[in-house]
């Protein structure tokens, strides 16, 4: 049986590296686990004090003599943080790295700033003694005194930078009155509020018959008892924000608060808009853009009851609710839901994991759901709901793909087609907006041809290859390499190449095609200030522009009615990235892309500009046909064991000196090898060591190992065992080590 426990004294971010080792009672063996708030003796006089177990180890750190013994449970203890540091404890078994860095992630409340404090004035004497006192003033003429009395049986307390502007009282009046035992000045703390006020509560949507059933399959579960985790699929525009505003409308009435996350601040605008609408006040928001005093309160006020409602990008997952009924994750699909930090969790993973340590149901919610999610419904892990229909049965857009190889026959070499030209032109003429998507993600430089639009792949591992400076082609699971070809190996053409366009270059070519029209352009530079999102969103809502041309930004959940007209443009660039995922994502960016299209009473249409236009991901895109895409690319998946369909490890080594790094990797590549011969790991497949995607970043060189297995526990075990294995050799001293479950965007 373990018997120590590793505890931290304070919760505060400074002090969460230092931790106190105590020995666990045996009485108490069954008791303790992380995140269990405990009582101690601490430094020399022994005093009493509460921690928090953050680590339960069999090896002691210490003189075992000189260890101290836990005396008992803290009595009285704050459940939300112990079940906070549960769930760090939980994320790093799960995903890797220190108990440490997994707390900072899971414990953003005690990251304290400055604090605003507002004076109040108040009446410090009974209203009916005050109306006698307000009577004699008032005869006697004491005009400033009475007015100020007056001012307080109406209302107390009131500002005090009020009482100077709106009832011409000096700094004397109140000194006076508070010498005389009348009024007292309070200091009250103030929050800062990110949601600006909007206007009066909107109208109540009443609910379809497809968005109640939803809403009522949820509710029976949860009024039951019953805790669940469903995947609501919903195709673009059928409605799933007031599933969600209703299912959180029933729980909050409950007593019960939720959390919504989404996966950019580009949705921030529109989704608080509608929930503050219902909820007024007692709804907040999180996103970076936010200032440290700004989450701060934020975190206070969630954890005071103050609030009911939270919504953010996955940080909101940590917001310290102590009575959590709902979590709600929309555009459950989306990369963002992954950290690129150590832990390297999963939002979705562990929003379940809270879930079940806080009796809460979850509910993820995709017009394009993840194969990983749709597989688990399938599997009946999830509970599937479905919204086949758009809101009152609008139609969906009309799609149709352009052949960016023809374009190019016909002499075209503009990022515009002929078609998408037309049909722009006509819609600003019919005063209609359109929206120009650029899908540049992944534009890491994969090699294809624009005459035949063949992509030049790893003939190991059906992942394309990767262009790179020294004119080589460059698998990053494998390590295989060939040289850039300098004409296309399957038509002879001169025309391949890597792809490079920006938005910035397409605003400049729409500026100049269409000069009457007026454009505004999102990407990572046009909102970089706090508020930018927000403004260009509200410009474009409010028809100051006819065009908006962006990268996937602008293509998750926004509703802009007078949309009529959508082009996708290079939809292949994230076709042929070098990801198991890149067919997936890609089919999931054109049907988001393509849902902006034909919101309000007019119909849609969308355009799809491609060099690989038979694709199935492409075609099955055009058409909105998510369950035969699901089929075909579970098929594939299947094949090649890759997740859901397997479980995927990668492991990262990152050193300044590139020799050491290959040394560290061979070393667990070699254990990794061993394990594997002695029969400890079967079922275990190898592949590298080899460099990273980038190979090399800010001078420190990065290798990658991917092991895949069937069963995800198995992995675990793996990555348990190699940091074991870390932990006891000096070699890796010099490097870094990272391991990340089911990689989104790889290392």
């Not at 994320?91 to 605003?116: C, D, S």
Request: with cysteine; proline share 4%.
């Amino acid at each position: 049986m373990a018997g120590y426990a590793n505890i931290i004294i304070d919760i505060s971010h400074e002090k969460l590296d230092k931790t106190f080792q105590y020995r666990i009672p045996e009485a108490l063996q069954k008791e303790i686990t992380i995140g269990t708030q405990v009582e101690i003796p601490f430094g020399n006089g022994n005093r009493k004090m509460a921690g928090y177990v953050v680590g339960i180890t069999d090896t002691p750190e210490y003189d075992v003599a000189k260890t101290k013994e836990i005396l008992g449970i803290w009595e009285g203890g704050v459940p939300i943080e112990s079940q906070l540091i549960a769930l760090a404890g939980w994320m790093r078994e799960h995903y890797g790295g220190t108990m440490i860095q997994a707390l900072k992630t899971a414990l953003p409340i005690k990251q304290r700033a400055n604090e605003k404090k507002q004076r109040f004035v108040e009446l410090s004497i009974s209203p009916e003694e005050a109306c006698v006192l307000l009577e004699l003033w008032e005869k006697k003429h004491y005009t400033a005194r009475a007015r100020l009395l007056e001012a307080l049986l109406e209302e107390s307390p009131i500002p005090y930078e009020e009482i100077a502007v709106k009832l011409n009282g000096s700094v004397a009046v109140i000194r006076a009155l508070k010498k005389m035992g009348v009024v007292r000045v309070v200091e009250k703390r103030l929050y800062r509020s990110p949601v600006h006020e909007y206007a009066q509560e909107g109208r109540r949507i009443s609910l379809n018959e497809g968005q109640q059933a939803a809403v009522d399959a949820v509710w029976k579960d949860w009024r039951q008892g019953v805790r669940r985790t469903y995947l609501l699929h919903g195709v673009t525009g059928s409605g799933k924000t007031a599933v969600y505003i209703d299912l959180i409308e029933h729980v909050v009435k409950a007593g019960k608060q939720a959390i919504v996350l989404i996966p950019e601040i580009a949705l921030t605008y529109q989704t608080v808009e509608r929930f503050y609408q219902r909820f007024g006040g007692k709804v907040s928001i999180l996103n970076s853009k936010m200032s440290a005093g700004e989450r701060f309160d934020q975190f206070e006020r969630a954890s005071q009851g103050d609030l009911d409602v939270m919504i953010g990008p996955r940080s909101a997952l940590f917001t310290p609710f102590s009575n959590l009924g709902i979590i709600i994750i929309d555009e459950e699909h989306e990369n963002s839901y992954k950290s690129e930090t150590q832990p390297r969790y999963h939002a979705r993973e562990t929003a379940i994991a809270r879930a079940n340590m806080a009796g809460a149901s979850v509910v993820l919610g995709s017009a394009t759901p993840s194969i990983d999610s749709y597989y688990k419904a399938e599997q009946g892990e999830y509970v599937l709901l479905k919204l086949e229909k758009r809101i009152e049965e609008k139609p969906l857009p009309k799609c149709e793909i352009v052949d960016l190889r023809e374009e190019l026959k016909q002499g075209n070499r503009s990022i515009l087609s002929v078609r998408l030209q037309e049909m722009m032109e006509q819609r600003f003429r019919d005063g209609q907006q359109v929206m120009l998507f650029l899908n540049r993600r992944g534009v890491a430089g994969f090699i294809s041809c624009r005459s035949c639009g063949h992509v030049m792949k790893c003939p190991h591992c059906d992942i394309s290859l990767s262009q790179h400076n020294n004119g080589k082609a460059i698998c990053h699971y494998c390590g295989y390499e060939e040289p850039v070809p300098q004409v296309c190996p399957e038509c002879g053409s001169g025309y391949i190449c890597g792809f490079k366009a920006g938005t910035q270059k397409i605003e400049e070519m729409v500026k100049k095609r269409f000069p009457e029209a007026r454009a505004l352009r999102m990407d990572f530079d046009t909102t970089r200030r706090k508020d930018a999102y927000e403004k260009i969103l509200s410009a474009f809502s409010n028809r100051e522009a006819d065009v908006l041309i962006g990268t996937q930004m602008i293509v998750k959940g926004h509703d802009f009615p007078y949309v009529t007209l959508v082009g996708v443009l290079a939809a292949d660039m994230s076709l042929h990235v070098g990801d198991y995922r890149a067919t997936e994502r890609t089919f999931q960016l054109i049907t988001q892309a393509a849902g902006r299209a034909g919101r309000g009473k007019l119909p849609g249409e969308v355009v799809i500009q491609t060099y690989s236009p038979d694709h199935y991901g492409i075609q099955l895109a055009k058409s909105q046909e998510y369950e035969a895409f699901y089929q075909t690319e579970v098929a594939y998946r299947a094949l090649m064991g890759y997740p859901p369909c397997g479980q995927m490890l990668v492991m990262l080594v990152a050193s300044e000196d590139e020799m050491t790094a290959a040394l560290s990797i061979e070393l667990l590549a070699g254990k990794i090898r061993q394990a594997k011969e002695h029969g400890k790991v079967a079922g275990l497949s190898v592949i590298g060591p080899a460099n990273a995607s980038v190979a090399k970043a800010k001078d420190v060189y990065r290798k990658v190992i991917y092991l895949k297995h069937k069963d995800y526990k198995e992995l675990i075990k793996v990555k348990d065992a190699l940091e074991q294995f870390i932990a006891l050799h000096r070699e890796f001293a010099k490097v870094t080590v990272q391991f990340d479950f089911n990689p989104m965007n790889g290392f």
